[in-house]
């Protein structure tokens, strides 16, 4: 079986009879076809490239505390954010936005009632992984001087910013988010229901806070104004936004 197992991989021409050849072949396809898997390159399967992934939380799981706890990471993302993922995937393998950039499938499928619910799961998708980038520990306090300035200008001020943010966190009615938004040369401030996002309305969205029941319940229960009060003086991460800016 050794001469098999190198078989495998090479073989010396003229060292195995006929029989032996057309196993090489197959071996040797087998080999290809390993090999290809390997690459993600499999034909008639999504190819990792084609697949949206769950990012992994850009903090340890016990960061958050106590702000956010790490049971409800766990939950919010292990649970809920996992289940975007795989229903986005379902949905897209073998269809026109198999391959294509989450971004790319939120902005093809909104505003179209055959793929409702493919726009609702892709959007939740990406509407998280924009959410845990928002949050950071040691987050809150000033932001960098030059968004403090577009803020500024903006707003009026970093208080006007927090106060709108804050009115659009607990003015959204049930399930949504509120969003801090670059529309054209300005921030807004901009609160969406369910999977709803600026992405689909030429806004660039920078930072965002879930306000989906899930994201607060087990650590706040029926306190949103508790959970967004906590997340824009401890986890909101300015340095990211700022980026984002290019400032
Ligand atoms: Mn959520």
Same mark, same amino acid.
């Given at each position: 079986?050794?001469?098999?197992?190198?078989?495998?991989?090479?073989?010396?021409?003229?060292?195995?009879?006929?029989?032996?050849?057309?196993?090489?072949?197959?071996?040797?396809?087998?080999?290809?076809?390993?090999?290809?898997?390997?690459?993600?390159?499999?034909?008639?399967?999504?190819?990792?490239? %084609?697949?949206?992934?769950?990012?992994?939380?850009?903090?340890?799981?016990?960061?958050? %505390?106590?702000?956010?706890?790490?049971?409800?990471? %766990?939950?919010?993302?292990?649970?809920?954010?996992?289940?975007?993922?795989?229903?986005?995937?379902?949905?897209?393998?073998?269809?026109?936005?198999?391959?294509?950039?989450? %971004?790319?499938?939120?902005?093809?499928?909104?505003?179209?009632?055959?793929?409702?619910?493919?726009?609702?799961?892709?959007?939740?998708?990406?509407?998280?992984?924009?959410?845990?980038?928002?949050?950071?520990?040691?987050?809150?306090?000033?932001?960098?001087?030059?968004?403090?300035?577009?803020?500024?200008?903006?707003?009026?001020?970093?208080?006007?910013?927090?106060?709108?943010?804050?009115?659009?966190?607990?003015?959204?009615?049930?399930?949504?988010?509120? @969003?801090?938004?670059?529309?054209?040369?300005?921030?807004?401030?901009?609160?969406?229901?369910?999977?709803?996002?600026?992405?689909?309305?030429?806004?660039?969205?920078?930072?965002?806070?879930?306000? @989906?029941?899930?994201?607060?319940?087990?650590?706040?229960?029926?306190?949103?104004?508790?959970?967004?009060?906590?997340?824009?003086?401890?986890?909101?991460?300015?340095?990211?936004?700022?980026?984002?800016?290019?400032?």
């Amino acid at each position: 079986m050794r001469g098999e197992e190198i078989l495998f991989f090479d073989v010396p021409e003229g060292a195995v009879g006929p029989a032996s050849r057309s196993r090489r072949d197959f071996l040797r396809g087998s080999a290809a076809v390993a090999l290809l898997v390997l690459l993600g390159g499999f034909p008639g399967k999504a190819r990792a490239s %084609e697949t949206v992934r769950l990012p992994p939380l850009p903090f340890s799981i016990t960061a958050l %505390e106590p702000y956010v706890s790490v049971r409800t990471l %766990e939950f919010h993302h292990g649970k809920h954010h996992q289940a975007y993922v795989d229903n986005v995937n379902r949905m897209i393998a073998g269809t026109e936005f198999a391959g294509r950039p989450l %971004e790319e499938i939120v902005k093809a499928s909104a505003g179209r009632s055959e793929t409702a619910s493919l726009f609702n799961n892709a959007a939740q998708a990406s509407n998280h992984d924009l959410y845990w980038r928002s949050l950071t520990p040691g987050g809150g306090g000033v932001p960098p001087a030059p968004l403090l300035r577009r803020i500024e200008s903006s707003f009026g001020s970093l208080e006007g910013c927090r106060k709108a943010w804050t009115e659009a966190a607990l003015g959204q009615f049930g399930s949504g988010w509120a @969003w801090l938004a670059l529309d054209g040369g300005r921030l807004r401030v901009v609160k969406t229901a369910n999977a709803d996002t600026p992405l689909t309305m030429g806004m660039t969205p920078l930072l965002v806070i879930d306000v @989906w029941e899930h994201s607060y319940y087990l650590d706040y229960q029926n306190r949103r104004a508790e959970y967004v009060r906590a997340v824009l003086d401890h986890l909101v991460n300015w340095p990211f936004a700022s980026q984002c800016l290019g400032a």
